[in-house]
């Protein structure tokens, strides 16, 4: 049968893509249905046709899925933020560590490894430390903060998220409130009139403290003065800034950031070890998983006190330093300057002398202190981006020959081609297991322990130390 636009369709929904949108086949051809669920039967309608798929709309949900739930929030299917919010929890879970293990096996050629139950939450809501609302104005005027519209630049008017902390929609009341007293306006992209683009804030969920940064087309907050006098209100409130970006484009935050009021960073812990976080530093959004995910990655790696570690990939040194309680000396490598300064600053703040930082991109900086100080790792620790490693990086790790290799990964697919790789090297995989850090999306992380196959190791068998982790999954 030959199918065109329009035509309508009826589908058995299998799997989800990269976008959360529902995957299934009619006569073996495959269609990416947006907010259609894996068990979900239902009518579509083509809207757009390739060569080897195309697209359809959901039209009507003949035979709901089991795993199908109300979403918590009212603009769950509009919002570009949570897209399976729709899926019940655990069928969320269950679905990411199935994607892993199926990826790690056709792709990577990974098997006979131990699979540890996810890390989910217990309360998969109002887990985000971090969130920017882009300002904008309605048709009737109205200044409003929200969401963007998935895949688009329509604000969708809400204070209300189900994955922000709820002391938000205080602040976001209060500089709305400010700007109509004020008469000041915000930002219109189109026109690149207006003042206030975005909102940032940031919330230390073990301190309680509170940044708030408005980011502005101009060099100057005009009544800063008022509003500072209001949010200074709010129980924590410790830094109150402006980061100036006249630029035409959609990148977010300006270079700079100036402090208005109070402290130019917040504090917060994850674990035992403290952080400064100002409003343009890097820090983990979801605290709690976080805190999960470095343990399963400090636990994997199991760093004696002897034993030197390269963190690659590091940031701002997070992982580094969970890990510099444990071992005699590591090294983190990253390719922001801006990063390293604060790895270098958290490091001094924690009073940890035995971490060194260097800048530069992974792929150039162990291959180069390889081959011209042959220097040595009993463990190296990579947490590459998206994009997964560089081959000359694996390649110089395979030479170098340590023990151990962690690799913490937010990418499935360029994990399992990693991994392919590293074990053609003579590594083994031995642990994996997934982390939720971003509940009601199709995101998720993993952790991976290598062995190299040739050393003679004594093997310790790995027994969780947080029996909190099994209750999931
Ligand atoms: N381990 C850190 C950061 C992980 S995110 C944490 O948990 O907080 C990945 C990091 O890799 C980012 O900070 C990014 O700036 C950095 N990065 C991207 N490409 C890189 C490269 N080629 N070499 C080194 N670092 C790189």
């Given at each position: 049968m030959e199918l065109k636009k329009n035509d309508e369709i009826r589908v058995l929904i299998e799997d989800l893509g990269v976008d959360g949108a529902g995957i299934g086949k009619v006569d073996g051809f495959t269609f990416f249905i947006k907010d259609a669920l894996p068990g979900d039967e239902i009518n579509a309608k083509v809207i757009k046709l390739k060569k080897n798929y195309g697209y359809a709309r959901l039209m009507e949900i003949i035979m709901p899925s089991p795993d199908r739930t109300e979403p918590k929030c009212p603009v769950a299917r509009s919002?570009?933020?949570?897209?399976?919010?729709?899926?019940?929890y655990r069928a969320q879970l269950k679905w990411k560590q199935e994607k892993v293990a199926q990826l790690l096996g056709?792709?990577?050629?990974?098997?006979?490894y131990e699979m540890l139950p996810i890390m989910g939450?217990?309360?998969?809501?109002?887990?985000?430390?971090k969130v920017q609302y882009p300002v904008g104005m309605n048709k009737d005027g109205k200044i409003v903060t929200g969401f963007y519209a998935g895949r688009t630049h329509?604000?969708?008017?809400?204070?209300?998220?189900?994955?922000?902390?709820?002391?938000n929609e205080q602040i976001l009341t209060i500089i709305k409130t400010w700007m109509s007293d004020n008469k000041i306006a915000p930002y219109d992209e189109n026109t690149g009139?207006?003042?206030?683009?975005h909102v940032l804030t940031r919330i230390?969920?073990?301190?309680?403290e509170i940044l708030v940064c408005l980011v502005i087309n101009a060099g100057k907050l005009p009544h800063a003065d008022k509003l500072i006098t209001k949010l200074q209100e709010?129980?924590?409130?410790?830094s109150i800034s402006i980061s100036p970006n006249m630029a035409?484009?959609?990148?977010?935050?300006?270079?700079t950031a100036k402090t208005l009021?109070?402290?130019?960073y917040i504090t917060d812990y994850i674990g035992d070890v403290k952080y400064q976080i100002s409003p343009l530093s890097f820090y983990q959004v979801n605290p709690v998983q976080t805190k999960r995910l470095y343990q399963t990655a400090l636990e994997f790696a199991?760093?004696?006190?002897d034993d030197v570690v390269w963190d690659l990939y590091c940031g701002i040194g997070t992982i580094s330093l969970f890990i510099a309680q444990k071992a005699s000396k590591v090294y983190g490598v990253e390719i922001v300057p801006q990063a390293i300064e604060d790895a270098k600053r958290n490091a001094a703040l924690n009073g940890m002398t035995n971490a060194q930082f260097y800048v530069g991109k992974a792929e150039e900086v162990l291959p180069r202190a390889y081959e011209k100080d042959h220097i040595h790792a009993d463990i190296i620790v990579v947490d590459p981006?998206?994009?997964?490693?560089d081959k000359t990086l694996l390649d110089c790790m395979i030479s170098m020959q340590p023990e151990k290799i962690v690799y913490v990964s937010c990418d499935p697919a360029t994990l399992a081609r990693d991994l392919k790789i590293l074990e053609e090297g003579?590594?083994?995989?031995?642990k994996v297991r997934c982390c939720d850090?971003?509940?009601?999306?199709v995101h998720v992380e993993t952790v991976c322990c290598l062995y190299h196959q040739k050393k003679d190791f004594i093997s310790v068998p790995y027994e969780p130390k947080n029996a909190e982790y099994l209750k999931q999954g």
């Open positions: 919002c570009g933020g949570c897209q399976i919010q729709a899926m019940d056709r792709v990577g050629h990974v098997s006979d939450m217990e309360e998969p809501w109002h887990y985000r430390n329509a604000i969708i008017d809400t204070e209300k998220c189900y994955i922000q902390l709820e002391i009139r207006g003042l206030v683009r230390g969920f073990q301190t309680g709010i129980p924590g409130m410790k035409r484009t959609n990148v977010i935050l300006g270079e009021w109070g402290q130019d199991d760093p004696g006190p981006p998206r994009k997964g490693c003579g590594y083994k995989v031995k850090m971003f509940p009601h999306s």
